[in-house]
């Protein structure tokens, strides 16, 4: 059974900066994926950023190209996600998900459904993010 543990949430005004940290534990599985999704209220939760967790190949959502940074440390079984340039539509509640596995899986497989919901077999509780002026 696998843990995830979200970090470093909290307020930020326009144009500034944070990052949530997502800590890995319990049972160890080498390959897999590992993304951020974030939820507001009233809406569904959406995908933000995801990576392989051997190669480390990345995806975004449109909106946070150019702007947030997904990264892991294997070592650290971490995940970060660096928020820059944050908007006021950045805000929500962000969680950490994770489908790890024992063996590899196909970057394009990740890359065509990262964004759903159901491929992720373990979720964090939540880090709030809150971004006004």
């Known amino acids: 059974q696998v843990q995830l543990v979200e970090s470093g949430g909290g307020s930020a005004q326009p144009g500034g900066s944070l990052t949530l940290t997502c800590s890995v534990s319990?049972?160890?599985?080498?390959?897999?994926?590992l993304a951020w999704f974030r939820q507001v209220p009233g809406k569904e939760r959406e995908g933000v950023a995801g990576?392989?967790?051997?190669?480390?190949?990345?995806s975004y959502a449109d909106s946070v190209k150019d702007r947030f940074t997904i990264s892991r440390d294997y070592h650290k079984n971490t995940v970060t996600l660096r928020m820059d340039n944050l908007k006021v539509d950045d805000s929500g509640m962000y969680y950490c998900?994770?489908?790890?596995?024992?063996?590899?899986?196909?970057?394009?497989?990740?890359?065509?459904?990262?964004?759903?919901?159901?491929?992720?077999?373990?979720w964090g509780q939540g880090t709030q993010v809150s971004v006004s002026a």
């Open positions: 998900a994770g489908d790890l596995r024992d063996y590899k899986v196909d970057a394009a497989w990740y890359a065509a459904r990262w964004f759903q919901l159901s491929i992720y077999k373990s």
């Open positions: 990576i392989i967790r051997d190669s480390g190949k990345s």
């Open positions: 319990g049972r160890y599985y080498p390959h897999g994926f």
